[in-house]
């Protein structure tokens, strides 16, 4: 019986704290894809290493990275990963069941949904919205609709496939907030990305009732209901920290979009 074959699909910068766990964890994959944008640690040593085929190009937003780095691949299924995730042991057994099924048994599947659990300052986040986090990550490379892609946007780029899409029963590993310092800056600099897709929405709260609801008004309420009522609270002071302030990305975003719409509406 035919075996399905397995592309794994990485996008890198400085990512040497990091790669060397993820790529353990894709160690039944067929071959591993990684386009780095520029590192200038042990990336590209640390992927070479585990016998992944390594390209080096100009960072050109998430969506697009990621998309150059799913149109190199040539396995019959795709897995993209960020650099700081790492699959569980029962998610590689149940991947590996899914590869080795007739791919005309199951025609009518296209992708898979994944579910993620979010490690934050090395505490799983069981509560709140966080978990489980459905993603989804395993897509046939080529469909009856074309090849799959992410769609281009700033931030939060996701997987549109028009098939059939199960959701698998094990879970994959978020480890990109270690410390608070780290993410501070991410969230930082995904505000911003944030803020220009609002803006360019028109959602810029031109007037002042807008303003304080979306700047101050929504962030509390989120805080709220993810703390509160979805019991992030027994996430222990991590889950405070998660989302004090998950609450003031949201803030910034929004005030991010409003000086975007300010000054467009200077020029």
């Known amino acids: 019986m035919p075996r399905s074959t397995l592309s794994v699909a990485i996008i890198t910068l400085n990512e040497e704290a990091n790669l060397a766990r993820t790529l353990a964890s894709v160690h039944f994959a067929d071959e591993v894809v990684v386009v780095d944008s520029g590192s200038t640690d042990r990336t590209s040593e640390i992927a070479k290493s585990f016998g992944a085929k390594v390209f080096t190009e100009p960072w050109k937003g998430f969506a697009k990275q990621k998309n150059s780095a799913i149109?190199?691949?040539?396995?019959?299924?795709?897995?993209?990963?960020?650099?700081?995730?790492?699959?569980?042991?029962?998610?590689?057994?149940?991947?590996?069941?899914?590869?080795?099924v007739d791919p005309q048994a199951l025609p009518q599947i296209d992708g898979y949904r994944l579910r993620l659990r979010h490690v934050f300052l090395g505490r799983w986040m069981r509560h709140?919205?966080?978990?489980?986090?459905?993603?989804l990550r395993l897509f046939r490379r080529m469909t009856s609709s074309g090849a799959v892609c992410f769609t281009d946007r700033p931030v939060h780029e996701s997987v549109q496939i028009a098939g059939g899409v199960e959701t698998m029963k094990n879970d994959f590993l978020h480890h990109g907030y270690p410390d608070l310092n780290i993410y501070l800056e991410h969230m930082?600099?995904?505000?911003?990305?944030?803020?220009?897709i609002v803006a360019a929405k028109g959602k810029v709260s031109r007037s002042w009732v807008a303003f304080c609801w979306n700047v101050a008004l929504v962030p509390?309420?989120?805080?709220?209901?993810?703390?509160?009522?979805?019991?992030?609270?027994?996430?222990?002071?991590?889950?405070?920290?998660?989302h004090l302030y998950h609450s003031a990305y949201i803030s910034w975003k929004y005030a991010k979009a409003w000086q975007i719409g300010s000054h467009a509406g200077d020029t």
């Open 220 to 242: 509390i309420l989120t805080f709220v209901w993810n703390f509160g009522f979805r019991l992030g609270f027994l996430d222990g002071r991590e889950g405070l920290l998660l």
């Open 188 to 196: 930082n600099r995904y505000s911003s990305l944030g803020g220009q």
């Open 128 to 135: 709140g919205g966080y978990y489980p986090d459905f993603k």
């Open 71 to 100: 149109e190199k691949c040539v396995g019959t299924w795709v897995l993209s990963l960020d650099a700081d995730e790492e699959l569980t042991v029962e998610l590689q057994r149940e991947i590996g069941q899914m590869l080795e």
